[in-house]
């Protein structure tokens, strides 16, 4: 099939985010084609390293139902498998069947969270972690302190980590200091 990528999505690309394993921030406006931007960044990672895996956090269960649809639409296609989880506060034997053969893994951070406490050793696997709604991170609320203690926790965990933050709302100033943090470059945004 033909498609043409959007100049926002142009830009992306352009500067780097395929090209290199570096974290970055994707601010732009809503329907400027960032979703589409991690999904390229996840299927790049998918084929540059066989086996690792992909965690793509949306900060609501509605979120996480939508985008694993619309993540499933083009990688099952090429023999990706893109799953959620949700729920409860454990992790049964299905969701354990599903961590062990998913490739993208679609999860809330509360999940992701504590997936981390039962299962640390899933992390070691991981190569790229998507952060939808990034611009919660210093809100003042509880879910925002989780998310910032996870990705404290992940970069620890896993150095080599590529971490993409994405947000509608977020401020160029902003950006770019959540860049500087996740990636030790302002310049990646």
Not at 25 to 42: N, Q
Not at 129 to 157: A, M, N, T
């Amino acid at each position: 099939s033909k498609f043409e990528f959007w100049a926002s999505q142009l830009n992306a690309i352009n500067q780097g985010i395929l090209m290199t394993d570096e974290s970055y921030v994707i601010s732009m406006p809503t329907s400027t084609g960032k979703t589409f931007i991690a999904e390229l960044s996840i299927l790049d990672n998918l084929i540059k390293y066989p086996g690792k895996k992909c965690i793509y956090i949306a900060p609501f269960r509605a979120l996480t139902t939508e985008i694993e649809s619309e993540l499933s639409k083009n990688l099952s296609k090429i023999g990706f498998s893109v799953s959620t989880l949700t729920g409860s506060y454990e992790i049964d034997d299905f969701q354990d069947l599903i961590l062990d053969e998913t490739d993208v893994l679609v999860a809330t951070p509360e999940k992701i969270d504590l997936l981390f406490r039962l299962k640390p050793e899933f992390f070691s696997n991981i190569s790229t972690l998507i952060l939808d709604e990034g611009h919660i991170i210093g809100d003042q609320k509880e879910r925002s302190s989780i998310v910032e203690f996870l990705l404290i926790r992940l970069k620890i965990k896993i150095p080599y980590l590529k971490i993409i933050l994405i947000s509608a709302v977020m401020p160029e100033l902003n950006a770019q200091e959540f860049s500087q943090w996740i990636s030790s470059k302002k310049e990646n945004v």
